[in-house]
């Protein structure tokens, strides 16, 4: 990929050539390619587009960036988030009630980040990450949780079984969207997994992207925008199928999935297949007034934003999410409007936002030059973050939350 990019010209899932336009956010920088002042020349931008499989109903990206130039060197990191901490404490703690473990299971993470969920199994059964990130690997290898530094391929899958024995659990949060060839990526996990086994992720789920607007989770990240029914589809050419679901406040709304080669499918999967159909995910149309909700917010937030500036008011965007690059970037907010935004990741501070390039500090600066505005990028902690701040809103500082409506409170 010389361009360090490629166009899809087919569906990922069913191969169909025919896709359906949904949403141009122009071309930007990768979300998470924060940087320092003396790479601001060589920074790279790319096409960012959303499209409609009117086959199988997946909603996906046109462009795919080149997965070495996303994920090699990665800047986020899971437990910088205490929500997203307790939130996989929580979840570890319902697959072991469900699948009761011990030292002779093997549990396997794609993109296993910093080890902060792998760390919750670790105590019931054997462990084991996989991810691109050697600087992230790193940290979670420091923690004791063996990680192997690669992409998860169905060769990666073969040398894991051939070292460990099968997997009873594999688990792959908020990274099955991030994978262009998702058929390898199943046959691996198909390879890998005992006849018993389960394969369960998260992923953010498209009826969260069309319903709230929050047009921000569109990255180059994120190739697939998941609906409950492209995975099933997904899982049948495979020969596994969805046995649960369950709709998860994390991200927006995510949906956690149960795939396994055997069993009999819970309720919950039809009862949300019915859900989805009925708020016609399987439709363009609610594509198209997906598209018009976004065109509205972003017009909101531009005419707020001015307002406040010509009054003379000083803003800082709360929190660095990938996410919020997005925002940035479409509704083109760079340092004329805010002053600097804060982050609890050591790795992105003292950076500088990508495309934007607004410096990237410490929270502790909110105190100390607290501002009359705060824009709260990390929108999706929302309630977890106005609470620590109580000190901050009580002296004045105004919170605006951008997506899915931009309120000021
Ligand atoms: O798919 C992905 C999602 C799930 O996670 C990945 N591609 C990358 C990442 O996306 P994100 O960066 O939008 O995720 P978060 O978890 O919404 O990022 C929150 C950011 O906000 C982090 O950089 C940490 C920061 N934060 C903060 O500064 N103060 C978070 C909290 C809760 C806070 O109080």
Known sequence: MQKGFFIRRTCRICGSPKFLPVLTLGSMPPANAFLKKADFARERSFPLTLVFCPR??????????DPKILFAHYTYLT??????????????????????????????????????????????????GVDPAKNVAAIARKKGIPTEVAFFTVTRARRLKKKYGSATVVLANNVFAHIDDIHEVLRGV???????????????WVGNLLGKGGFDQIYHEH?????????????????????DVELVHMHGESLRVYIQKQGTPKVSVAQFLAREKKLGLGRIGGYRSFAKKVERNKKELTTLLHKLKTQGKSIVGYGAPAKGNTLLNYIRIDGRVLDFVTDTTSLKQGLFTPGTHIPVVPPERLYTHPPHYALLLSWNYASAILAKEKKLRTEGVKFIIPVPKVKVI
């Not at 199988?56 to 960036?65: M, N, S, W």
């Open 223 to 243: 190739l697939s925008y998941f609906s409950l029914h492209a995975l099933s589809y997904l899982a049948g050419l495979h020969g596994m199928r969805v046995v």
């Open 190 to 204: 198909g390879e890998l997994l005992g006849e018993r086994g389960v394969y369960i992720f998260e992923t953010h």
């Open 56 to 65: 199988c109903t997946l909603a996906q990206l046109r462009e795919v960036v």
């Open 79 to 128: 437990n910088a988030s205490a929500p997203l901490v307790a939130h996989f404490t929580h979840y570890a703690k319902e697959v072991i009630r469900r699948y009761p473990l011990s030292k002779k299971d093997l549990v396997v993470e794609i993109g296993s980040n910093d080890g902060t969920l792998l760390l919750q199994f670790k105590k019931s059964a054997r462990v084991v």
